[in-house]
């Protein structure tokens, strides 16, 4: 038995036989040559070639894993195509009356050898691509097939030194359990496809990984925590059997829901949305196949600086999100900051009560300026997407008016410099404060749409600060208060055909969704990794054959009890 | 011949995905395209080269200078600049 570690890149148990992967080195010798045209012939067939096969790789790639992956084997083409490389082993080939293969060698080598040297760890590993298209070119200069991964027979564990984006991006997922290399680091193709496919992956196992194994020989790791086990014991292969078993029901569970909609059984259907925190959130949100983006937090933009962030730079986040998203909607929320949240640049003073203090839309009210810019450049950005704003922390009618005129001043200031914006854009507010759930008949004729955040709104309903740990026993989603605050609040944007979303933590919790579901919520937002799970409780639900189970629960008088209830329904169901 | 100084923003400096799309870019025009990074005149690169553009190893920060020189030169420097500037959408 012996334990090695490496850099776990993929998360997923494997347990299997070791295929043992040599790349069969190819000799390249230097031959002298009598004719450089021919030469430099060879060398334009074998581009061609090579564009030929990786534009099959890339078609493949587009329609198995996106295109932002397969966006590597345009660059590769790029690579193939490059003029500087083109000149330089045509030159060199001229220089040394030497082969093609001689001299594409030298030049890569050069090149890698650069790469290898920069500071910048992502560059350094690109020099893997360079590695990938040079041995695409050999080996078609020779004659020689590329390793095929796909004639694999039987499930195995693949053993490399390094893999090829092109082999990692051509994996038969059925018959290799995982891989492990020697080389690669955290942000190699190698693990970011892996990742995308859902193989366990760990790469730079540094200890001279190839020779302490030999093919077929047992191997187990975890790939999330780096370890590997060669000959793992009895216990080992018990603990990591007990964790691949779970893991394994959940992929199956999200794979079953993959490419479907969130439909119930009975042809109900919701809408799951993300909630972001920075404009690289929002493409995790479209990998897991979310309609939108329910809450986009734009604090982002205003912590960790020196001060305030321009109406440029805000600018030009939103409008990345709102043109990646297209005509998905995107829910941006207005700065929601104070609280536990502070800025330094603001200097804002120390609070007895942080919570009840000076945040959120209250600040934005006061200080105008802050508020104004960020309303501009949202609706500057509006035109390249389906934007919409949304203001937290409301408790007063005087506040959600406030807030509105100084969107429209910003509007009006837009206009006046020929800006172009959408005048149309939807205004909506958050409901996290009790006074706005039991008021929401009629704050929602003053809005477009309604998002329950759910975090505040159970703090400030039940009087909890859930950081501090001698209450935080007492916070509870279950509570009935908070549900019938919720269901106050949907019912009246439901009696005026408005929309309502929920974005805090319990729109993705598995018990509550069947009562959002009951509630006719039209909505749930949540952080992008949760999407597929939620999709899933969803379309395993049967609206109709709940709804007696739900009014039965909500009658019921504590948090406590209502939580137990959800439960044992949540078991039957699913 | 003209010439303009930008810096780079996007986190990543100058790799795989920008620097496909500022040599896309660049092939787009005739004229004679070079880039400079940090006043080095000892290594001058090709923009219409993506490995010469990698092989910059441009980090976020660093002053790029552009020259173009031929009939087209004021369209590409300004596209050039302009996608350098704008971080490359990233």
Known sequence: ?574 | MIKKTVTLINEQGLHARPAQLLAAEAMKYKCELQLIKNDDNSRICNPKSILSIMSMGAAKGDKITITADGLDEEKALKALAELIENGFGE
Not at chain 1, 31 to 55: L, S, W, Y
Not at chain 1, 179 to 186: A, H, N, R
Request: charged residues 25%.
């Open chain 1, 1 to 574: 038995m012996t334990t090695l570690t490496g850099i776990p890149v993929s998360s997923g148990i494997a347990i299997g036989k070791a295929l043992i992967l040599k790349e069969s080195k190819q000799e390249i010798s230097k031959k002298t040559i009598e004719n450089i045209d021919i030469e430099k012939m060879r060398f334009e067939k074998a581009r061609k070639e090579g564009i030929r096969q990786i534009d099959a790789i890339y078609k493949k790639t587009l329609k198995s894993l996106g295109e932002e992956k397969a966006a590597v084997f345009h660059a590769h083409k790029m690579m193939i195509e490059d003029m500087e490389l083109v000149k330089s082993v045509e030159n060199y080939i001229e220089e040394n009356n030497c082969n093609v293969e001689y001299a594409l060698h030298e030049v890569t080598k050069n090149l890698i050898l650069l790469f290898k040297q920069m500071d910048n760890e992502y560059m350094r590993e690109r020099a893997a691509d360079l590695q990938d298209i040079e041995g695409r070119l050999q080996k078609i200069l020779s004659g020689n097939v590329e390793e095929d991964l796909s004639h694999i027979e039987e499930p195995v564990i693949l053993i490399a030194e390094d893999l090829t984006p092109s082999q990692t991006a051509q994996m038969d997922t059925t018959k290799i359990l995982g891989f492990i290399t020697e080389l690669g680091g955290k942000t190699s193709h190698a693990g970011i496809f892996a990742k995308t496919l859902g193989i366990p992956a760990i790469v730079g196992v540094n200890n001279n990984l190839l020779e302490k194994l030999s093919n077929n020989q047992k191997v187990a790791f975890d790939g999330s925590t780096g370890e590997i086990y060669i000959d793992p014991t009895k216990e080992q292969l018990q603990i990591l059997g007990h964790k691949l078993d779970e893991h394994k029901e959940y992929i199956k569970k999200i794979n079953q829901v993959k490419g479907k909609s969130a439909k119930t059984i009975d042809g109900f259907t919701i809408e799951l949305a993300g909630n972001i925190g920075n404009p690289k959130e929002a493409k995790y949100v479209l990998d897991n196949e979310g309609c939108g983006i329910g809450l986009f937090r734009t604090e982002f933009l205003y912590m960790g600086k020196e001060g305030l962030p321009s109406e440029e730079e805000q600018f030009k986040a939103y409008k990345s999100v709102a043109t990646l998203m297209k005509e998905k909607p995107v829910i941006i929320r207005t700065l929601d900051i104070g609280g536990d949240k502070q800025l330094d640049y603001l200097e804002m003073p120390k609070e007895m009560n942080p919570f009840l203090g000076f945040r959120a839309i209250r600040l934005c009210l006061k200080k105008e300026d802050i508020f104004k810019t960020q309303l501009r450049a949202i609706l500057r950005a509006s035109v390249y997407g389906n934007l919409k704003v949304m203001f937290p922390m409301i408790c007063s009618m005087e506040e959600l008016n406030k807030a509105k005129e100084l969107l429209e001043k910003a509007k009006l200031e837009l206009e006046k410099e020929n800006i172009p914006f959408n005048s149309n854009i939807e205004i909506g507010m958050m409901i996290e404060t009790p006074a706005t759930a039991v008021l929401a008949d009629l704050f929602i004729k003053e809005v477009d749409f309604f998002s329950i955040g759910t975090n505040d709104l159970v703090q400030y309903t039940l009087a909890v600060d859930r950081i501090n740990e001698h209450v935080s026993n007492l916070y509870s989603p279950y509570n009935p208060a908070v549900l019938r605050l919720i269901k106050n609040t949907i019912e009246a944007a439901k009696n005026n055909n408005k929309w309502v979303g929920i974005c805090g933590e319990a729109a993705s919790d598995p018990l509550l969704i069947p009562v959002w579901l009951y509630f006719g919520v039209n909505e749930l937002s949540m952080s992008p990794n949760l999407l597929m799970e939620a999709k899933w409780i969803i379309r395993s639900i049967s609206n109709k054959q709940l709804d007696e189970n739900i009014r039965n629960i909500l009658l019921l008088n504590s948090g406590s009890e209502i939580k137990e209830a959800l439960i044992k329904l949540n078991k039957e169901i699913l």
